[in-house]
């Protein structure tokens, strides 16, 4: 086999396209770090929203034992059958 020595540029050019995979590898593990702890945020929004529709349907069991079926008004603060 014979050896034959690279130039000084193509070593260069070899070094770059390195430089930039390993660039490219730590840009792509930073983003699914990211990605991770979005998934994580988002689960627990959707841990809350359960929460919230759980304390919205006994809040509504509880005014419609009251006072029946019928509308709150909000704005006035009246219920209206």
């Given at each position: 086999m014979t050896e034959q020595k690279l130039t000084t540029e193509e070593i260069e050019q070899i070094k770059t396209v390195q430089e930039s995979q390993e660039q490219l590898v730590t840009s792509f593990g930073e983003l699914e770090f990211q990605i991770q702890a979005l998934e994580l945020q988002k689960e627990q929004l959707v841990n809350q929203l359960e929460g919230y529709k759980t304390k919205e349907k006994e809040l509504a069991n509880k005014l419609s034992q009251k006072y029946g079926n019928g509308t709150?008004?909000?704005?006035?603060?009246?219920?209206?059958?």
């Amino acid at each position: 086999m014979t050896e034959q020595k690279l130039t000084t540029e193509e070593i260069e050019q070899i070094k770059t396209v390195q430089e930039s995979q390993e660039q490219l590898v730590t840009s792509f593990g930073e983003l699914e770090f990211q990605i991770q702890a979005l998934e994580l945020q988002k689960e627990q929004l959707v841990n809350q929203l359960e929460g919230y529709k759980t304390k919205e349907k006994e809040l509504a069991n509880k005014l419609s034992q009251k006072y029946g079926n019928g509308t709150i008004n909000i704005e006035k603060g009246v219920f209206q059958s």
